[in-house]
């Protein structure tokens, strides 16, 4: 490849630093890669004859005449070499913005049609348009700079400048390529503490925005501060002057150490003279040296007006401040108060550069934009073309890891982790879930066109930022998580490299998108749900910092309208009162559901204390009830279990409980307190559905998240807003979110045509009838092979008639936490004791959890009221009163069922056995339960075997072999 830089400085001047430290080493990379790189920039000597070519570590520079003097707006030698040159280049890159320079060269691209990308290096950011010409800057581009950017490539440092920039070029921010610059960072090997005391440091141009008059200021209110040392220097020396008087007429002049221009190789020796690095700017698009500082492992307390500061609020690195002095000043004293913290963070800083600021990821990520720009001739995603594009999406190092796989924008497999590697809730990286998902797609990591990951740290970073400033303690937890599950994304991204390696195939950093947890819940539930429009609404714990979406899905788009922020949460209100009923593990609310028909909400005013709701169809939690937020919720142990504190305060302990033991028995305070947290939950659901269906005016809704797999309130939501559709996927628990990225790249982001809809579950595992064989031959297990599936179907119909409890394995395994036919264990409904038979031989559950009914989808309405389709048996519906004597097995203590609605163009070997069973007793319906005792659902045949072995089950059925005890 053959890339040309424009930029209107380069080496050897160095008078605007960033910029043109960062443009020059990427360009040397990019040259050590194997590329032929060239620059074109300005002459920094006014009396040299121009053009001049040199070659400078690799990169061909030529110099061009400046038809003006500094900052250089105007070059005709420049502009006229790329009208004439640029087609020979692959790629242009552009650096800067507001420099006539540019606009002009950018013009010369878009006529020749040549692919470019511009890097505004913090130029588009609200400081740049609220200081200097604002007027000239605004309606420049408002007539002519947006214009300009219509075909380009965008490519941002961070997150903020992302956001920013996408107001100013009106171009969508996933449109934006977000990536650091590229430092050439060396990381010390570890933390090495400076000299004692309370000695800070600064180190940049010295300029206005970069708030160090605002720091002197802190300085002076601070008593804790030994010595600030400021290394750097500026070109304005009115401006020197002007802070050497403020640090007089502030009195803190002995406390104050200028050392001047700090070079490279003097930098490790600048940073060793202070204990924490202070960057607070007003505007920063990145600030290549808060990462330097966080390389010779320093804790660093950066403004939120640093670009890359959302990385200190999500690692743990330091501390947050405004760029003002009382802020900062506040920011110093906690950090002087934190001092046992100062070597963890230099430590955690260490490993996030060796993690994420490596030459080699950055470059990879840098070579794949280019290869998207040069794609499409802009900055949009891999086009389909002829080619199939296929989208693996991970959910990795949270809970109920998993990977999918879509295939022009189609679901091909989807699994969890769990299931193969047996430990419920997996939360580490699904290898096993991806080496099965390629499996089934018939591809390598090369054949994949993108990587979702349902993660996207720099997500709401400025509210992460803030909360650590209100909640100081959140630093040391931050710290702590850090250290114990070390940067889940880095190390998602290493192990996908190293499987690539380990497959033959290069490295896949360039491929991934990181898609933010609530966007990969809404994508999950719009774009399987096959419908045209709908309203969106996600709705779980936390992931990203938040814990409730609201959107509007219409064709291949996704708009968010609201988020509801940590710690306000109905899965942490839900899990706390879970909590404090007995019921300690990850994962049990599914328990205070089943327990919540059995009491009365005796207890629901009280709630209206814990939950408040507001006027635009939000809530919010009352914090004194809860576990304080700066201490973290969820851990995971050396399995990569999910691990739950006690989330209740001893002030809800106090007020609603004691805290039942789960020894103790289940009493009728405990059912009533289980039926009105139930109702909280139901009626703050319905309060935000009722103001999201007058905001979007839509009658289909989506709905996702961890708080989606409460079926008893999914049921009851036609009957509640003005919803007259709901789709909730198979997997909406955060399981989906695999299948949720992975849909969102494909249709969001590279606008691939959606397909019909998701309403089946079956993309796992399956075995041939000749595996299986050879399986139960190998354990000489004693089987029965019936060729004829309709003697099949009446052989096992007939067993279930006659009171026999079955293992029924067939097909494809289900994605999500329902068996729906394919991994079940099915009994009778007519039998009133089959649930204590069902408890007796192989759950051993708690008694007051109910079984689930399959019915056949066109005898639905004769059994259920309000009924509606339901594959996944994901909502609760009240049976008639004049069925449930038919069905009692299936039948709830308050008259409902959890369905499951049975289509034969989905499932039709399940169909065809319900179908027998009904021929044989009228009944069209059976008794559908997980294949599994205290475990993850089974996977394989030898999973199902062992069930049924351990058990007393009394037939097995998987596929054509048939086994009875």
């Known amino acids: 490849m053959h890339y040309l830089h424009i930029i209107p400085y380069y080496l050897p001047d160095v008078a605007f630093g960033g910029p043109v430290f960062s443009a020059s080493g990427l360009c040397e990379s990019l040259v050590k890669a194997g590329n032929k790189v060239s620059v074109y920039t300005v002459g920094y000597q006014s009396n040299e004859q121009y053009p001049q070519q040199q070659t400078i570590n690799g990169v061909t520079v030529t110099y ?4 003006a003097g500094k900052p250089c707006q105007v070059s ?30 950018i013009q010369i691209l878009n006529r020749q049609q040549v692919p470019f990308v511009v890097s505004p290096r913090g130029m588009m950011s609200d400081y740049s348009f609220t200081h200097r010409k604002t007027f000239v800057k605004r309606n420049f581009q408002k007539w002519l700079g947006v214009k300009l950017l219509r075909k380009a490539g965008l490519h941002a440092t961070s997150q903020a400048e992302a956001a920013d920039m996408a107001i100013r070029s009106k171009r969508a921010e996933r449109d934006i390529h977000i990536m650091p610059n590229l430092l050439n960072l060396k990381a010390v090997a570890n933390y090495q503490p400076a000299a004692a005391g309370f000695s800070i440091g600064f180190l940049s141009r010295l300029h206005h925005k970069k708030g160090i008059e605002e720091l002197l200021r802190a300085v002076a209110i601070t008593p804790h501060i030994t010595e600030l040392v400021i290394g750097g220097r500026g070109d304005d020396t009115l401006y020197e002057q002007r802070l050497q008087q403020l640090i007089a007429d502030l009195g803190i002049a002995e406390k104050v150490r200028f050392v001047g221009w700090v070079s490279d190789e003097e930098k490790p020796a600048f940073f060793r003279q202070f204990q924490v690095f202070v960057l607070p700017s007003f505007n920063e698009n990145f600030a290549n040296v808060v990462a330097e500082a966080w390389a010779n492992g320093k804790p660093t307390i950066v403004s939120t007006g640093v670009g890359i500061s959302h990385y200190v609020a999500e690692y743990g690195l330091g501390w947050i401040c405004e760029a003002n002095p009382q802020s900062i000043s506040q920011a110093l004293h906690r950090a002087w108060e934190q001092q046992p913290l100062w070597a963890q963070m230099g430590s955690a800083a260490i490993d996030l550069v060796n993690a994420q600021f490596t030459d080699d990821r950055i470059l990879a990520q840098y070579i794949g ?22 989208v693996l999406g991970i959910n990795a190092h949270h809970a109920d890891a998993s990977a999918a796989v879509l295939k022009n924008g189609e679901l091909i497999a989807a699994i969890e982790e769990e299931r193969i590697r047996r430990i419920k809730h997996w939360a580490g990286f699904p290898t096993e879930a991806i080496r099965f998902c390629l499996s089934e797609a018939g591809i390598g990591f090369d054949q994949l066109s993108a990587i979702a990951i349902s993660r996207d740290p720099r997500a709401k970073w400025l509210k992460k930022a803030r909360f650590m400033m209100a909640h100081p303690e959140a630093v040391s937890f931050a710290v702590r998580g850090r250290l114990n599950n070390a940067d889940a994304m880095a190390s998602t991204e290493a192990s996908l490299n190293q499987m690539a390696t380990a497959m033959g195939h290069g490295k896949v950093g360039h491929k991934i998108y990181q898609i933010e947890h609530h966007r990969s819940h809404l994508a999950s539930a719009f774009y399987a749900s096959g419908l045209p429009k709908a309203a969106l609404l996600s709705v779980d714990g936390s992931g990203d910092f938040s814990t409730t979406m609201m959107g509007v899905g219409n064709g291949q788009d996704i708009e968010v309208l609201h988020s509801i922020d940590f710690p306000h949460s109905m899965g942490i209100f839900y899990t706390a009162f879970t909590q404090l009923l007995g019921f300690p593990h990850y994962g049990d609310e599914y328990k205070v559901m089943g327990l919540a028909p059995y009491g009365q909400p005796e207890y629901f005013d ?41 989330l209740y305060s001893t002030a809800l302990a106090d007020k609603f409980g004691p805290v039942r033991k789960a020894s103790e028995p289940l009493r009728q305070e405990h ?22 269906h007058r905001k979007t005016g839509l009658s289909s809704l989506c709905l996702a998240g961890g ?40 249709h969001q982001l590279l606008q691939l045509p959606r397909t019909a809809g998701q309403f089946h579950a079956y993309t796992g595992s399956s075995y041939s009838n000749e595996a299986i064989k050879n399986f139960l031959e190998k354990r000489m297990v004693q089987h029965t092979f019936i060729q004829d599936k309709q003697e099949l179907y009446r052989t096992v119909a007939s ?72 594959p996944f048996m994901e909502k609760v519906f009240p049976i008639k009163p004049e069925m449930q004597n038919q069905i009692p097995a299936v039948t709830h203590v308050d008259g409902s069922g959890r369905l499951q609605t049975v289509c034969r163009k989905y499932n039709a070997p399940y169909y065809d056995l319900i179908d027998t069973f009904r021929q044989l007793t ?31 089950m009394d037939m097995l059925v998987l596929e054509q072999y048939l086994i009875r005890r």
């Not at 709701?613 to 809530?619: K, M, P, R, V, Y």
């Not at 293992?807 to 649930?835: M, T, V």
């Not at 009914?853 to 309405?861: D, H």
């Open 64 to 67: 061009f005449k400046g038809d």
């Open 76 to 105: 005709r030698q420049l502009w006229q070499a790329l009208d004439q040159t640029c087609t020979r280049f692959d790629v242009v890159h552009l650096h800067t913005w507001w420099n006539v320079l540019i606009f002009r060269s």
């Open 369 to 390: 934009m280019y290869e998207k720009i040069l794609a499409t001739g802009k900055n949009t995603a891999p086009a389909a073309g002829s080619a199939d594009v296929y």
């Open 606 to 646: 009280d709630l209206k204390a814990v939950v408040n709701w507001h006027d635009d169809g939000t809530f919010s939690l009352n914090e004194q009830w809860f576990r304080r937020p700066e201490k973290g919720y969820v851990s995971y142990d050396e399995q990569h279990r999910p691990v739950v504190p006690e």
């Open 671 to 692: 059912k009533n307190m289980a039926a009105s947290v139930q109702k909280m939950l139901e009626e703050t659901l319905f309060h935000m559905l009722r103001h999201l």
């Open 707 to 746: 708080v989606a797999q409460n079926s008893v309130a999914n049921g009851k939501i036609t009957r509640n807003t003005p919803f007259t559709k709901v789709y909730v996927p198979s997997a909406g628990h955060d399981a989906g979110l695999s299948m949720g990225a992975a849909m969102y790249v494909s």
């Open 799 to 870: 067993a279930i008639a006659s009171g026999a409890v079955v293992g029924w394995f067939q097909g494809a395994s289900e994605f999500g936490p329902r068996a729906l036919g394919n991994r079940s264990i099915l009994a009778d409904p007519r039998r009133a004791d089959a649930k204590e038979l069902l408890n007796h031989k192989i759950k051993r559950r708690e008694s007051f959890r109910p079984f689930a009914p399959s019915v056949l989808e066109e005898y639905a309405s004769q059994y259920f009221e309000f009924c509606e389709d339901t």
């Open 922 to 952: 009228g009944v069209p319906v059976l008794l559908n339960t997980s294949f599994n005792e205290n475990e993850p659902i089974v996977n394989t045949p030898e999973e199902a075997l062992e069930c049924f072995e351990r058990t007393n």
